[in-house]
């Protein structure tokens, strides 16, 4: 049995019963062996604004590119990819606005501020556009990822 603060991964299928090890073939998740055991809940969710929790918008908060240094703190944060199982290279990603970046009032859209913006590569960026899994940041940089198709979650962490 698992502990309270214990999750376990699942590798998704891809239905086909290939013996890729991509899942069992049978519509359902084959567990992957790897088990994330915190000793801690889950950290709140980050304000779903898009504003970091910041009741004014620090410098930079309302342009669309992050600054240098800006990118730099979130790329020593976050080594990979924050999509769920991919882990290709921070450097080689995008940092993408959570909460979408309004160009036509960016007081009212997502802002651009640490705890607005992941590393995502290109491929995973455009999935996450298509909705397939929906993000919530949490206060601790951990991403839920929510699956509204399958119910499913996925908790990424920065490494």
Request: charged share 15%; with cysteine; glycine share 10%.
């Amino acid at each position: 049995m698992l502990g309270e603060h214990s999750t376990p991964i699942t590798a998704p299928d891809d239905g086909n019963g290939n013996g890729n090890g991509n899942g069992n073939g049978n519509g359902h998740p084959r567990p992957s062996g790897l088990i994330v055991v915190t000793n801690r809940g889950p950290a709140p969710p980050a304000d779903p604004t898009g504003h970091g929790g910041h009741q004014h918008p620090p410098p930079g908060a309302w342009t669309y590119a992050p600054s240098a240094r800006l990118r730099n703190q979130i790329l020593h944060s976050d080594h990979t990819c924050r999509y769920p199982l991919c882990s290709r290279p921070s450097h080689e990603c995008e940092l993408d606005h959570l909460v979408k970046f309004d160009h036509a009032d960016p007081s009212a859209g997502g802002w651009t501020v640490a705890l607005n913006l992941i590393p995502l590569c290109t491929p995973d960026h455009h999935r996450k556009h298509q909705a397939l899994w929906t993000p919530t940041m949490h206060t601790d940089r951990t991403i839920t990822w929510h699956n509204p198709t399958t119910g499913q979650d996925i908790t990424t962490h920065p490494r």
